[in-house]
């Protein structure tokens, strides 16, 4: 009790100060630093990425403190944490060239008070936000890996160790884990004095937190709206156990669509301009040359949600057959030929007939003519999915509206039989809410569970597996209070892959290994994986307190980002 209290205090102590900077901020370094808090370069649908791996940040680190070629990688095993070891390797550097003066004692002391509520500062001296950004953009425009760690050098020199930590914690994501749970939302309310609801909204409507706070500093919240082309992050749906557990929680009627086991894919359209985007907000349109086409004989323009999948007249393919779609930037006519692909839609996130298109120019502003759905229920957004006519490659998913808990099982065992791998079941009353994993859709898999977990060590194979890095400790994300962006450790697996991923794979654990411990070897945690297992138990083997029996890795999850792994708390829930 007594902790809760000590840690909404610290939380809305928190909020205050992430308010007053941004207060404090003009419009255009408003609008970079609430994207930097957001643990991005550039917000989350801008596709540019800085391509800087760990490898690159440790030896610029190393480079701009002219430390050793170990230091970064002795530092990071004290914390475990990127942007501290580059802090502590940069303040070694301050503290050798000015041993004990003011200054290096006052950057130690910003940074303890500022570790857990991280205000963006930007030093006093030394580059802007935007100017930083800047940097960023140059980054991404650097054409060699060795130029990027240049520039990289260049941008570390003119900024002092605590900027530099942000700006590693920024570079590889960490501060979206710290920053959940709406901090950044609630500051931005405080800070412009707008209801945080509004707030809220905005953000979920455009996917642009930084345009988001400089529409609130406006007054102009109800302003943001999805653009065409512009992916908002696709709403989530919660894990559930069983049908009884369901029925509980929704009540009846229930919606129950199938679960496709495909790609997540939003698909955006304004006449002949089709994208595609992974729930990652990559533009994946590339890949799939077919669907895009198909879709382009569409009358209608907006933005719909749903699945890419392998599909032959009509009939969806199994989810290994996709794989071979996976990472080619362009399928050849062979491949188009031998895995056909389509897409399932399951919503409508924006729809054609907002306001008119600009006469006097013909050249509407796509953005101007969508109007958003988000808000109205899912009954009333799937009406219009249905109204749709569709071409040959996009169909509408299987729906059922079960009343019992039988009836859902029933669905459940339909839906395993038409080969997919469950039910999505949702609130028809609920409105879209992107990025939200809340409890109005609720995902039923297989009888045998998975979780998505972090690669965090790897090990060398036995027998066939000789030489191979194929043994994987994973974990998941600790969600628990006051440890939110840690990892814990909750199994290891044999790698359940294929010969060539893992070949893959071991290239990849190779060039991203932190720390070697004989045939172990501590990695950058960045990969994820799905693991199959067929329960969870309590266990003292790993630090999440559980551990899994018979657990395989299912397959890998390109497109997840560690953020986005399991958490403690499903683990938790599994082995209730
Ligand atoms: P998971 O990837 O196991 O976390 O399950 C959630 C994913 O299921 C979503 O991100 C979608 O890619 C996928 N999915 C398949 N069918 C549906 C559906 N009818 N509604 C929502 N998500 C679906």
């Not at 550097?93 to 303890?112: F, G, L, N, P, Y």
């Not at 249905?386 to 490659?393: K, N, S, T, V, Y």
């Amino acid at each position: 009790m007594a902790s809760g209290v000590a840690a909404t205090s610290r939380t809305s102590e928190k909020v205050a100060n992430l308010a007053a900077y941004l207060r404090s901020l003009d419009p255009e370094s408003l609008e970079v630093a609430c994207v930097f808090l957001t643990g991005r370069p550039f917000p989350a649908s801008d596709p540019r990425s800085t391509g800087v791996g760990w490898a690159a940040v440790q030896e610029a680190v190393e480079r701009a403190a002219g430390a050793s070629p170990r230091a970064f990688g002795e530092a990071y095993d004290r914390s475990s944490d990127p942007g501290r070891a580059a802090f502590e390797v940069l303040s070694a550097r301050e503290t050798r060239e000015r041993a004990a003066t003011r200054e290096a004692a006052s950057i130690a002391d910003r940074a303890a008070a500022d570790e857990r509520a991280p205000t963006g500062r930007s030093p006093d001296t030394g580059p802007s936000l935007p100017e930083v950004q800047a940097a960023f953009a140059s980054i991404v425009d650097a054409r060699r890996p060795a130029a990027r760690v240049d520039r990289l050098v260049d941008l570390f020199e003119r900024l002092d160790p605590l900027a530099v930590m942000y700006v590693v914690k920024v570079l590889s994501g960490d501060l979206r884990i710290g920053l959940r749970g709406g901090l950044l939302e609630s500051a931005i309310a405080d800070a412009f004095d707008r209801p945080l609801a509004d707030v809220q909204r905005a953000v979920m409507a455009s996917g642009d937190v930084g345009e988001v706070a400089r529409l609130a500093r406006d007054d102009r919240l109800g302003d943001a709206r999805p653009t065409l082309f512009r992916p908002l992050l696709p709403m989530l749906a919660s894990p559930a156990t069983d049908a009884a557990e369901i029925v509980a929680r929704l009540g009846t009627p229930l919606w129950a669509e199938d679960k496709y086991d495909g790609i997540r894919a939003q698909l955006h359209k304004a006449g002949t301009d089709v994208r595609l985007y992974s729930r990652d907000l990559h533009d994946i349109g590339g890949q799939f040359p077919d669907v895009v086409d198909s879709a382009r004989e569409m009358a209608w323009d907006g933005v719909l949600d749903g699945e890419l999948l392998a599909m032959a007249e009509g009939r969806i393919l199994p989810f290994a057959r996709l794989q071979a779609r996976l990472g080619r930037k362009e399928p050849d006519a062979e491949v188009l030929a031998t895995v056909p692909a389509g897409y399932v839609a399951f919503d409508v996130i924006a729809a054609g007939g907002g306001e008119p298109a600009d006469a006097g120019t013909g050249a509407a502003d796509p953005s101007a003519r969508v109007t958003p759905l988000l808000e109205r229920p899912l009954l009333e957004r799937r009406a219009v999915l249905e109204a749709l006519r569709l071409p040959g490659r996009i169909v509408v998913g299987h729906l059922e509206h079960p009343a019992t808990a039988g009836e859902l099982d029933a669905a459940f065992d339909a839906a395993r039989a038409r080969g997919n791998e469950g039910l999505v079941v949702k609130d028809p009353a609920s409105g879209y809410t992107p990025g939200r994993r809340g409890l109005a859709w609720l995902k039923l898999k297989k009888a045998l569970a998975t979780l998505d977990c972090v690669v965090v060590g790897v090990e060398l194979g036995h027998g066939r597996r000789h030489g191979v890095l194929s043994d994987y400790t994973f974990a998941v994300r600790d969600d628990r209070p006051g440890h939110e962006g840690e990892l814990v450790t909750v199994g290891k697996a044999y790698s359940g892959l294929t010969d060539a991923e893992i070949a893959d794979m071991t290239r990849w654990f190779e060039a991203h290994t932190l720390q070697r411990h004989g045939r172990y070897r501590l990695v950058e945690p960045s990969v994820v994986v799905e693991v199959a297992f067929d329960r969870v138990q309590r266990s003292a083997r790993h630090a999440s307190g559980y551990a899994m029996r018979f657990p395989r890795i299912a397959r890998l999850r390109p497109d997840k980002r560690p953020a986005e792994a399991d958490a403690l708390s499903s683990v938790a829930a599994l082995a209730s």
